[in-house]
């Protein structure tokens, strides 16, 4: 078998080149871009241990707690981590002045989309 001429192996060199960077592009796409499923499940069980301390506070003292620290270390070692790290990605627990609602969400997907927990109706939602 003859060998490739130098135009014909360059063509070869630089079909690789640019294989390899396609393959390298599209595996930093599906790293970056995926969705991150261990945050979901850890958050998901945060919100469950919250939601069984807020009970079990409820219990003891006749209302749900009026923040989440409340529950700290009495019911929980310490509010658990939600999906993202950050000051404004944690758990949020609201309290309605008017609607007396307790309500337990976070950011699941960033800018949108955030689980919610209403205590009073014990149903979860979706914010988007």
């Known amino acids: 078998m003859a060998k490739p001429s130098g135009a014909l192996q360059r063509l070869f060199t630089a079909a690789r080149a640019t294989a390899g960077q396609v393959l390298g592009g599209t595996l930093l796409l599906v790293t970056l871009l995926r969705p991150n499923r261990s945050g979901s499940e850890r958050a998901r069980k945060g919100a469950e241990q919250i939601i069984a301390a807020s009970r079990a506070f409820q219990q003891r003292h006749g209302r749900l707690p009026g923040t989440l620290e409340e529950l700290v270390p009495e019911f929980l070692p310490s509010v658990p981590e939600a999906k993202y790290r950050g000051p404004h990605f944690g758990f949020v627990y609201d309290v ?33």
Do not use: A, K
């Not at 008017?98 to 914010?127: A, D, K, M, N, Q």
């Open 96 to 128: 309605g002045p008017e609607s007396g609602r307790h309500v337990l969400s976070w950011t699941e997907h960033i800018p949108f989309g955030r689980p919610f927990y209403v205590f009073e109706e014990e149903r979860w939602g979706y914010l988007d």
